[in-house]
């Protein structure tokens, strides 16, 4: 069965901290691999991975994919509490059955 | 770019009513829009996959008479919920693949339907 797995599964952390958010998964295709933010509506886009040991970087975030080992890592430096928020872990299958399947998610709580 | 969006944002209705939601890509064309559900404290789950000009492919175990989706045009596609019942409250969310080239998907900003 294919699945992604995140952990934690909730993080409460202080401001200028640093995290780093897991995500596993285990599938019989692989396109890509994506990462979302959800606030209190829905999933706004972080970053897509497709290739091994290529970091993506956008601000304080960044993330990177392991293809061999079937893991990626979101990393958030100098957290602010506007970085409270759940962090979505996302496979795509892609081909013909291109779809998302979501991880459970990581609720991340930045305290001031 | 790549906007998309939901309305209603909110709707409250009486059981057994039918509700629907539309699903608009706002600056881009979509041939592929799809349909979340999101319970409380939980994750995303796929409902199904709605193809302009075509039938909806539905997720396992998701209701086809239920959930009518409609995608009639490259920017709109609507889901109606039929008869509802206080168990079909939810979040849903729809979005958008902004093309064949591109994995990525952009999301609306949901509606919450409430069935009393």
């Known amino acids: 069965e294919d699945k992604v797995v995140q952990s934690p599964l909730s993080l409460v952390v202080h401001e200028g901290d640093t995290v780093t958010l897991n995500c596993s998964y285990e599938?019989?295709?692989?396109?890509?691999l994506l990462w979302y933010k959800q606030e209190k509506k829905a999933p706004t886009f972080l970053f897509m991975l497709?290739?091994?040991?290529i970091e993506k970087k956008s601000g304080r975030l960044s993330s990177i994919l392991d293809k061999k080992e079937l893991f990626s890592i979101l990393n958030i430096t100098a957290t602010q509490t506007g970085d409270s928020a759940i962090y979505l872990c996302?496979?795509?299958?892609?081909?013909?059955?291109?779809?998302?399947?979501f991880g459970k998610g990581t609720l991340l709580t930045v305290n001031p | 770019g790549a906007v998309v969006s939901q309305h209603p944002s909110r709707v409250i209705c009486k059981s057994g009513t039918s509700v629907k939601i539309e699903c608009r890509s706002l600056?881009?064309?979509?041939?592929?829009m799809f349909w979340y559900r999101q319970f409380p404290k939980q994750s995303l789950m796929l409902m199904a996959t709605?193809?302009?000009?075509?039938?909806?492919?539905?997720e396992q175990g998701v209701e086809k008479d239920k959930f009518l989706i409609n995608h009639a045009s490259l920017t709109l596609s609507t889901l109606t919920v039929t008869s509802a019942h206080p168990e079909d409250s939810s979040f849903y969310i729809c979005?958008?693949?902004?093309?064949?080239?591109?994995?990525?998907?952009?999301f609306g900003p949901g509606t919450r339907l409430t069935v009393l």
């Open positions: 979005s958008a693949r902004g093309g064949l080239a591109t994995d990525t998907q952009y």
């Open positions: 599938v019989t295709n692989f396109r890509s």
């Open positions: 497709t290739s091994s040991g």
């Open positions: 996302v496979w795509n299958s892609g081909g013909s059955n291109y779809k998302l399947t």
């Open positions: 600056d881009f064309q979509a041939t592929t």
């Open positions: 709605s193809n302009e000009g075509s039938k909806a492919t539905y």
